[in-house]
Protein backbone atom coordinates (compact mmCIF):
# COMPACT_ATOMS: atom_id res chain seq x y z
CA UNK A 1 0.00 0.00 0.00
CA UNK A 2 1.41 3.30 -0.74
CA UNK A 3 2.47 6.02 2.12
CA UNK A 4 0.13 8.28 3.12
CA UNK A 5 -0.60 11.68 1.29
CA UNK A 6 0.43 14.78 3.00
CA UNK A 7 0.16 18.53 2.31
CA UNK A 8 3.92 18.95 1.71
CA UNK A 9 3.46 16.14 -1.52
CA UNK A 10 1.75 18.39 -3.26
CA UNK A 11 5.07 20.51 -3.55
CA UNK A 12 7.08 17.50 -5.43
CA UNK A 13 7.12 19.21 -8.81
CA UNK A 14 10.23 20.10 -9.84
CA UNK A 15 11.58 23.79 -8.70
CA UNK A 16 14.59 24.31 -11.20
CA UNK A 17 17.56 25.17 -10.60
CA UNK A 18 16.73 28.23 -8.22
CA UNK A 19 16.27 26.22 -5.23
CA UNK A 20 20.31 25.32 -5.49
CA UNK A 21 20.70 29.30 -5.42
CA UNK A 22 18.20 29.20 -2.10
CA UNK A 23 20.74 26.64 -0.85
CA UNK A 24 23.38 28.17 -1.90
CA UNK A 25 22.16 31.63 -0.44
CA UNK A 26 21.34 30.19 2.86
CA UNK A 27 24.78 28.58 3.60
CA UNK A 28 26.35 31.51 2.62
CA UNK A 29 24.38 33.46 5.39
CA UNK A 30 24.31 30.88 7.78
CA UNK A 31 28.57 30.93 7.78
CA UNK A 32 28.72 34.54 8.23
CA UNK A 33 26.21 34.44 10.85
CA UNK A 34 28.25 32.12 12.73
CA UNK A 35 31.56 34.04 11.68
CA UNK A 36 29.92 36.92 13.18
CA UNK A 37 28.86 34.94 16.42
CA UNK A 38 32.31 32.86 16.85
CA UNK A 39 34.73 36.17 16.53
CA UNK A 40 34.53 36.88 19.92
CA UNK A 41 35.51 33.38 21.35
CA UNK A 42 38.90 33.87 19.90
CA UNK A 43 39.33 37.04 21.68
CA UNK A 44 38.66 36.44 24.98
CA UNK A 45 41.74 37.84 26.42
CA UNK A 46 42.36 40.56 24.75
CA UNK A 47 39.09 41.62 25.15
CA UNK A 48 38.83 41.17 28.83
CA UNK A 49 42.48 43.18 29.02
CA UNK A 50 40.69 46.02 27.02
CA UNK A 51 37.39 45.77 29.11
CA UNK A 52 38.99 45.00 32.60
CA UNK A 53 36.60 42.14 33.04
CA UNK A 54 37.09 38.19 33.88
CA UNK A 55 35.64 35.22 32.78
CA UNK A 56 32.33 35.79 34.71
CA UNK A 57 31.81 38.73 33.11
CA UNK A 58 33.04 37.51 29.82
CA UNK A 59 30.28 34.79 30.03
CA UNK A 60 27.61 37.55 30.32
CA UNK A 61 28.55 39.26 27.56
CA UNK A 62 28.54 36.14 25.60
CA UNK A 63 25.15 35.45 27.39
CA UNK A 64 23.68 39.29 26.02
CA UNK A 65 23.71 37.99 22.25
CA UNK A 66 21.50 35.11 23.03
CA UNK A 67 19.05 37.77 24.74
CA UNK A 68 18.86 39.81 21.73
CA UNK A 69 17.56 36.29 19.80
CA UNK A 70 15.65 35.36 22.20
CA UNK A 71 13.95 38.24 21.97
CA UNK A 72 12.66 37.58 18.14
CA UNK A 73 12.89 34.17 17.54
CA UNK A 74 9.56 34.05 17.97
CA UNK A 75 8.35 37.07 16.56
CA UNK A 76 10.42 36.32 12.97
CA UNK A 77 8.66 33.02 12.54
CA UNK A 78 5.49 34.63 12.26
CA UNK A 79 6.70 37.72 10.36
CA UNK A 80 8.31 35.15 7.89
CA UNK A 81 5.28 33.07 7.36
CA UNK A 82 3.00 35.97 6.76
CA UNK A 83 5.29 38.61 4.55
CA UNK A 84 7.67 36.24 3.25
CA UNK A 85 11.70 35.51 3.50
CA UNK A 86 12.97 38.07 1.04
CA UNK A 87 12.29 41.34 3.21
CA UNK A 88 12.21 40.26 6.56
CA UNK A 89 15.90 38.19 5.94
CA UNK A 90 17.39 40.82 4.23
CA UNK A 91 16.76 43.80 6.45
CA UNK A 92 17.44 41.56 9.56
CA UNK A 93 21.12 40.94 8.06
CA UNK A 94 21.62 45.05 7.76
CA UNK A 95 20.95 45.62 11.15
CA UNK A 96 22.87 42.82 12.55
CA UNK A 97 26.13 43.42 10.44
CA UNK A 98 25.76 47.60 11.49
CA UNK A 99 25.68 46.63 15.24
CA UNK A 100 28.81 44.09 14.38
CA UNK A 101 30.47 47.10 13.25
CA UNK A 102 29.21 49.31 16.35
CA UNK A 103 31.49 46.55 18.56
CA UNK A 104 34.73 47.24 16.95
CA UNK A 105 34.60 51.26 18.50
CA UNK A 106 32.84 50.24 22.04
CA UNK A 107 34.99 51.47 25.06
CA UNK A 108 32.53 50.62 28.12
CA UNK A 109 31.41 47.36 29.06
CA UNK A 110 28.14 47.67 29.58
CA UNK A 111 27.65 49.33 26.33
CA UNK A 112 29.19 46.38 24.50
CA UNK A 113 26.67 44.39 26.40
CA UNK A 114 24.20 46.56 24.84
CA UNK A 115 25.23 46.30 21.81
CA UNK A 116 25.38 42.50 21.53
CA UNK A 117 21.36 42.14 22.62
CA UNK A 118 20.89 44.46 19.65
CA UNK A 119 22.91 42.52 17.33
CA UNK A 120 21.62 39.30 18.64
CA UNK A 121 17.95 40.70 17.75
CA UNK A 122 18.98 41.14 14.01
CA UNK A 123 20.60 37.58 14.36
CA UNK A 124 17.67 36.27 15.71
CA UNK A 125 15.62 35.67 11.89
CA UNK A 126 18.51 33.58 10.06
CA UNK A 127 17.63 29.97 11.53
CA UNK A 128 13.70 30.39 10.98
CA UNK A 129 14.18 32.18 7.20
CA UNK A 130 16.55 29.65 6.42
CA UNK A 131 14.27 27.14 6.92
CA UNK A 132 10.84 29.13 5.73
CA UNK A 133 13.26 29.56 2.62
CA UNK A 134 14.47 25.69 2.09
CA UNK A 135 10.52 25.08 2.74
CA UNK A 136 9.56 27.10 -0.14
CA UNK A 137 11.70 26.25 -2.53
CA UNK A 138 12.81 22.43 -1.95
CA UNK A 139 10.98 19.47 -2.17
CA UNK A 140 10.06 17.89 0.89
CA UNK A 141 12.29 14.83 -0.43
CA UNK A 142 15.52 16.69 -0.38
CA UNK A 143 14.44 18.76 2.75
CA UNK A 144 17.02 16.41 4.83
CA UNK A 145 19.84 16.52 2.43
CA UNK A 146 19.72 20.19 1.51
CA UNK A 147 18.90 20.99 4.89
CA UNK A 148 22.29 19.81 6.25
CA UNK A 149 24.22 21.65 3.16
CA UNK A 150 23.00 24.58 4.71
CA UNK A 151 23.72 24.07 7.99
CA UNK A 152 27.31 23.10 6.86
CA UNK A 153 27.90 27.35 7.25
CA UNK A 154 27.71 26.48 11.43
CA UNK A 155 31.01 24.28 11.70
CA UNK A 156 32.68 25.27 8.75
CA UNK A 157 32.50 29.07 10.43
CA UNK A 158 34.07 27.31 13.59
CA UNK A 159 36.26 25.86 11.97
CA UNK A 160 37.65 28.69 9.71
CA UNK A 161 37.45 30.50 13.38
CA UNK A 162 40.84 28.65 14.46
CA UNK A 163 42.25 28.48 10.86
CA UNK A 164 41.61 32.40 10.34
CA UNK A 165 39.79 34.14 12.64
CA UNK A 166 42.74 33.77 15.33
CA UNK A 167 45.80 34.71 13.18
CA UNK A 168 43.28 37.76 12.05
CA UNK A 169 42.64 38.86 15.23
CA UNK A 170 47.04 38.72 16.47
CA UNK A 171 47.25 41.05 12.90
CA UNK A 172 44.73 43.40 12.97
CA UNK A 173 42.82 42.99 16.76
CA UNK A 174 39.67 42.48 17.62
CA UNK A 175 38.75 45.21 16.78
CA UNK A 176 39.45 45.47 13.30
CA UNK A 177 38.11 41.88 13.26
CA UNK A 178 35.01 42.76 13.97
CA UNK A 179 34.17 45.79 11.91
CA UNK A 180 35.70 43.43 8.73
CA UNK A 181 32.82 40.98 9.72
CA UNK A 182 30.21 43.61 10.02
CA UNK A 183 30.83 45.23 6.38
CA UNK A 184 31.03 42.14 4.69
CA UNK A 185 27.26 41.07 6.38
CA UNK A 186 26.29 44.11 4.89
CA UNK A 187 27.54 43.44 1.71
CA UNK A 188 25.69 40.07 1.64
CA UNK A 189 22.48 41.66 2.61
CA UNK A 190 22.17 44.03 -0.63
CA UNK A 191 23.52 40.93 -2.35
CA UNK A 192 20.00 39.18 -0.79
CA UNK A 193 17.94 41.84 -1.45
CA UNK A 194 18.98 41.94 -5.15
CA UNK A 195 19.07 38.55 -5.86
CA UNK A 196 16.27 36.81 -3.78
CA UNK A 197 12.94 36.40 -4.83
CA UNK A 198 9.48 34.89 -3.41
CA UNK A 199 8.39 31.17 -4.42
CA UNK A 200 6.16 30.48 -7.09
CA UNK A 201 2.62 31.65 -5.59
CA UNK A 202 1.52 27.77 -6.57
CA UNK A 203 3.63 26.37 -3.52
CA UNK A 204 1.39 25.19 -0.21
CA UNK A 205 3.99 26.19 1.66
CA UNK A 206 4.63 29.66 0.40
CA UNK A 207 3.04 32.68 2.36
CA UNK A 208 1.45 33.70 -0.92
CA UNK A 209 0.06 30.77 -1.04
CA UNK A 210 -3.83 30.60 -2.55
CA UNK A 211 -6.66 30.90 0.24
CA UNK A 212 -7.11 27.40 0.26
CA UNK A 213 -3.86 26.22 1.67
CA UNK A 214 -3.84 29.58 3.63
CA UNK A 215 -6.93 28.04 5.91
CA UNK A 216 -4.95 25.55 7.08
CA UNK A 217 -2.36 28.07 8.09
CA UNK A 218 -4.89 29.18 11.12
CA UNK A 219 -3.54 25.91 13.34
CA UNK A 220 -4.11 27.82 16.57
CA UNK A 221 -0.62 28.84 17.93
CA UNK A 222 -1.50 27.13 21.14
CA UNK A 223 -2.41 23.38 20.04
CA UNK A 224 1.39 24.43 17.97
CA UNK A 225 3.26 25.50 20.71
CA UNK A 226 1.65 22.49 23.14
CA UNK A 227 2.68 19.64 20.62
CA UNK A 228 4.35 16.70 22.22
CA UNK A 229 7.01 16.05 19.56
CA UNK A 230 7.62 20.22 19.13
CA UNK A 231 8.11 20.63 22.73
CA UNK A 232 10.37 17.51 23.07
CA UNK A 233 11.87 18.73 19.89
CA UNK A 234 12.49 21.97 21.54
CA UNK A 235 13.94 20.88 24.38
CA UNK A 236 16.44 18.92 22.74
CA UNK A 237 17.46 21.62 20.59
CA UNK A 238 17.89 23.59 24.05
CA UNK A 239 21.04 20.45 24.68
CA UNK A 240 22.03 20.64 21.10
CA UNK A 241 22.44 24.83 21.58
CA UNK A 242 24.52 23.77 25.27
CA UNK A 243 26.52 22.04 23.33
CA UNK A 244 27.41 24.50 20.37
CA UNK A 245 27.64 27.15 22.40
CA UNK A 246 30.25 25.43 24.47
CA UNK A 247 32.37 24.74 21.36
CA UNK A 248 31.52 28.36 20.22
CA UNK A 249 32.40 30.34 23.56
CA UNK A 250 34.24 28.32 25.82
CA UNK A 251 36.36 25.92 23.87
CA UNK A 252 38.96 28.07 23.27
CA UNK A 253 38.92 29.25 26.78
CA UNK A 254 38.92 25.56 28.46
CA UNK A 255 41.67 24.68 26.05
CA UNK A 256 43.99 27.54 27.01
CA UNK A 257 43.09 27.83 30.56
CA UNK A 258 43.26 24.15 30.87
CA UNK A 259 46.12 22.97 29.17
CA UNK A 260 48.20 26.18 28.93
CA UNK A 261 48.02 26.67 25.19
CA UNK A 262 48.87 29.59 23.59
CA UNK A 263 46.02 31.13 20.74
CA UNK A 264 47.74 29.54 17.56
CA UNK A 265 47.61 26.18 19.18
CA UNK A 266 44.18 26.74 20.36
CA UNK A 267 43.26 27.66 16.99
CA UNK A 268 44.90 24.67 15.47
CA UNK A 269 42.91 22.50 18.16
CA UNK A 270 39.71 24.00 18.10
CA UNK A 271 38.75 23.12 14.50
CA UNK A 272 38.89 19.34 15.27
CA UNK A 273 35.41 19.32 16.14
CA UNK A 274 33.70 21.48 12.99
CA UNK A 275 35.79 19.58 10.78
CA UNK A 276 34.33 16.13 12.14
CA UNK A 277 30.93 18.10 11.92
CA UNK A 278 31.08 18.51 8.48
CA UNK A 279 31.53 15.29 7.84
CA UNK A 280 28.93 13.64 9.99
CA UNK A 281 25.98 16.29 9.40
CA UNK A 282 25.75 15.76 5.71
CA UNK A 283 25.36 11.78 6.10
CA UNK A 284 22.67 12.05 9.09
CA UNK A 285 21.17 14.53 6.52
CA UNK A 286 21.06 12.05 3.80
CA UNK A 287 20.41 9.13 6.34
CA UNK A 288 17.23 10.85 7.83
CA UNK A 289 16.09 11.46 4.26
CA UNK A 290 16.43 7.78 2.63
CA UNK A 291 14.61 6.30 6.24
CA UNK A 292 12.08 9.24 5.56
CA UNK A 293 11.47 8.03 1.49
CA UNK A 294 10.81 4.53 3.22
CA UNK A 295 9.05 4.70 5.83
CA UNK A 296 6.93 8.51 5.40
CA UNK A 297 7.68 8.10 9.37
CA UNK A 298 9.14 10.93 11.15
CA UNK A 299 9.58 9.35 14.84
CA UNK A 300 12.03 6.63 12.18
CA UNK A 301 13.63 9.45 10.30
CA UNK A 302 13.83 12.25 12.38
CA UNK A 303 13.71 11.94 16.35
CA UNK A 304 15.70 8.47 16.49
CA UNK A 305 18.41 9.45 15.01
CA UNK A 306 18.70 13.10 17.26
CA UNK A 307 18.14 10.94 20.36
CA UNK A 308 21.08 8.27 19.43
CA UNK A 309 23.22 10.53 18.23
CA UNK A 310 23.03 12.91 21.46
CA UNK A 311 23.57 9.50 23.59
CA UNK A 312 26.38 8.96 21.95
CA UNK A 313 27.63 12.64 22.47
CA UNK A 314 27.29 12.32 26.20
CA UNK A 315 29.13 8.70 26.20
CA UNK A 316 31.86 10.70 24.61
CA UNK A 317 31.50 14.09 26.85
CA UNK A 318 31.80 11.73 30.05
CA UNK A 319 35.91 10.82 29.68
CA UNK A 320 36.88 14.43 29.19
CA UNK A 321 36.75 14.77 32.80
CA UNK A 322 38.95 12.21 33.74
CA UNK A 323 42.06 12.97 31.18
CA UNK A 324 45.42 14.91 31.60
CA UNK A 325 46.28 15.59 28.18
CA UNK A 326 45.22 18.15 25.86
CA UNK A 327 45.69 15.58 22.70
CA UNK A 328 43.06 13.40 24.17
CA UNK A 329 40.72 15.97 25.63
CA UNK A 330 40.30 16.98 22.12
CA UNK A 331 39.73 13.72 20.71
CA UNK A 332 37.04 13.27 22.99
CA UNK A 333 35.40 16.61 22.51
CA UNK A 334 35.34 16.36 19.31
CA UNK A 335 33.82 13.16 18.79
CA UNK A 336 31.03 14.32 20.82
CA UNK A 337 30.90 17.73 19.68
CA UNK A 338 30.51 16.09 15.81
CA UNK A 339 28.13 13.67 16.98
CA UNK A 340 26.06 15.91 18.97
CA UNK A 341 25.94 18.27 15.52
CA UNK A 342 25.53 15.75 13.09
CA UNK A 343 21.67 15.36 13.63
CA UNK A 344 21.56 19.51 13.15
CA UNK A 345 18.65 19.07 10.17
CA UNK A 346 16.48 16.92 11.57
CA UNK A 347 15.13 19.72 14.23
CA UNK A 348 14.11 21.63 10.79
CA UNK A 349 12.91 18.87 9.33
CA UNK A 350 10.19 17.96 12.04
CA UNK A 351 9.19 21.70 11.80
CA UNK A 352 8.54 20.75 8.03
CA UNK A 353 7.24 17.14 8.41
CA UNK A 354 4.46 18.44 10.94
CA UNK A 355 3.70 21.83 10.37
CA UNK A 356 4.12 22.89 6.70
CA UNK A 357 1.68 25.82 6.66
CA UNK A 358 3.58 26.98 9.91
CA UNK A 359 6.84 26.15 9.48
CA UNK A 360 8.76 29.52 10.17
CA UNK A 361 6.49 29.49 13.53
CA UNK A 362 7.59 26.14 14.61
CA UNK A 363 11.07 26.59 13.67
CA UNK A 364 11.19 30.55 15.78
CA UNK A 365 9.54 28.58 18.40
CA UNK A 366 12.68 25.73 18.75
CA UNK A 367 14.95 28.22 17.60
CA UNK A 368 13.97 30.00 20.88
CA UNK A 369 14.94 27.17 23.23
CA UNK A 370 18.40 27.33 21.20
CA UNK A 371 18.53 31.24 22.07
CA UNK A 372 17.55 30.10 25.84
CA UNK A 373 20.30 27.67 25.63
CA UNK A 374 22.83 30.35 24.79
CA UNK A 375 22.06 32.30 28.06
CA UNK A 376 22.18 29.59 30.42
CA UNK A 377 25.47 27.85 28.85
CA UNK A 378 27.97 30.81 28.80
CA UNK A 379 27.08 32.05 32.12
CA UNK A 380 26.75 29.07 33.84
CA UNK A 381 29.95 27.49 32.24
CA UNK A 382 31.33 30.89 33.58
CA UNK A 383 30.82 30.26 36.60
CA UNK A 384 31.53 26.55 37.01
CA UNK A 385 35.04 27.04 35.57
CA UNK A 386 36.22 29.99 38.14
CA UNK A 387 35.14 27.60 40.67
CA UNK A 388 37.32 24.83 42.10
CA UNK A 389 36.34 22.42 40.28
CA UNK A 390 37.05 24.55 36.59
CA UNK A 391 35.88 22.75 33.78
CA UNK A 392 35.29 19.84 34.84
CA UNK A 393 31.84 21.01 36.36
CA UNK A 394 31.15 22.28 33.39
CA UNK A 395 31.19 19.24 31.23
CA UNK A 396 29.27 17.57 33.94
CA UNK A 397 26.30 20.42 33.64
CA UNK A 398 26.69 19.36 29.90
CA UNK A 399 26.59 16.07 30.27
CA UNK A 400 22.85 16.36 32.39
CA UNK A 401 21.03 18.72 29.95
CA UNK A 402 22.14 16.61 26.84
CA UNK A 403 21.12 13.58 28.19
CA UNK A 404 18.30 14.54 29.39
CA UNK A 405 17.39 16.08 25.98
CA UNK A 406 18.18 12.43 24.44
CA UNK A 407 15.44 11.07 26.79
CA UNK A 408 12.58 13.57 26.40
CA UNK A 409 13.29 12.80 22.81
CA UNK A 410 13.05 9.29 23.26
CA UNK A 411 9.83 9.09 25.90
CA UNK A 412 7.72 12.23 24.39
CA UNK A 413 8.43 12.62 20.76
CA UNK A 414 5.59 10.15 18.73
CA UNK A 415 6.46 12.76 15.39
CA UNK A 416 2.25 13.05 15.67
CA UNK A 417 0.43 16.28 14.97
CA UNK A 418 -3.22 17.23 15.23
CA UNK A 419 -5.20 17.04 11.60
CA UNK A 420 -5.42 20.95 11.74
CA UNK A 421 -1.89 21.21 11.06
CA UNK A 422 -1.88 20.65 7.66
CA UNK A 423 -0.92 17.12 7.26
CA UNK A 424 -2.47 14.21 8.42
CA UNK A 425 0.55 11.43 9.07
CA UNK A 426 -1.05 8.27 9.55
CA UNK A 427 1.98 6.03 9.58
CA UNK A 428 3.21 4.25 12.26
CA UNK A 429 5.06 6.30 15.17
CA UNK A 430 8.38 3.61 14.47
Given at each position: ?19 F???T????L ?18 E ?9 F ?7 A ?5 T ?7 L ?5 K??W?G???F ?13 F??F ?7 G ?10 N????D ?12 A???G ?18 I ?15 L???F ?9 S??Q ?5 KA ?8 L?E ?29 GY ?21 L ?27 H ?9 V ?8 V????W ?18 Y ?9 T???VA ?20 W???G??G ?17 G ?9 S ?9 PA?
Amino acid sequence: MPPPTTESDAFEQPQGTFRFIVVTFCFVLVLVNYLDRVVISFAIKPIESDLGIADGAFGLLMSAFAIGTLATNGISGVVLDRYGVKSVWGGALMFWSAFMILQGFVQVFWLFVVLRVLMGMGEGANFPAMNRALVDWVRPSELGRFTSAALLGVPLALLLGGIVLAPVILGIGWRGSFICLGCLGGLLGLAFLVFYKQPPASAPQSPAAPKASNEVAKLPLSELFLNPTLLATAWSFFGFGWVLFFGLTWLPGYLEQTFDLKLKSVGYFSTLPWGLSLLLMPIAGWISDAIMRRTNCTRAARIHLIWICQLLAVIFFIPVVMVDSATWAVVFVSIAIGFSMAPNSPYYSICADLFPTRTGVATGYIVTFFSLSGIVCPTVTGWLAQGNGGFNMAFGALCVVVGSAALGMLLFAKGETSPNAGITNTTPAG
